[in-house]
């Protein structure tokens, strides 16, 4: 007979369901859509509108975006109050935040 996972989880020890519980919660928060990030702030997509000085419809547009320019993503961050950090991950190797993607406005000439 099958287990449901619940039931597999019940059957751990107790710091075992704890520490599952507590890893869930840190990928949850490591993976997150502008749309949640932007929710979880309690900001509006108006804010957000105002802030970035676009329509209201443009807002939802970057929010379901899969691809867009990097400057589009610094934007809308920074709006938030954030700052964007682009890292890459290489295997055997330590993440590498990488340099020159500063907003052209605001890079050393």
């Known amino acids: 007979m099958s287990k449901t996972l619940d039931e597999v989880i019940e059957s751990l020890p107790l710091e075992l369901q704890v520490a ?3 890893r869930g919660r840190e990928l ?3 993976e997150m859509t502008l749309q ?32 867009m320019l990097i400057s589009t993503l610094r934007s809308y961050v920074e709006a938030m109050g954030g700052t964007l950090e682009l ?4 295997p055997g ?7 020159g993607f500063t907003d052209s406005a605001t890079s050393s000439k």
């Open 36 to 67: 949640a990030l932007r929710k979880q702030l309690e900001l509006t997509q108006e804010s957000m509108a105002e802030r970035l000085d676009i329509r209201q419809g443009n807002i939802s547009k970057v929010e379901n975006r899969s691809d």
């Open 93 to 99: 190797r330590p993440p590498v935040t990488l340099d």
């Open 28 to 30: 949850i928060r490591e």
């Open 87 to 90: 890292v890459a991950r290489m």
């Open 20 to 22: 599952a519980e507590a």
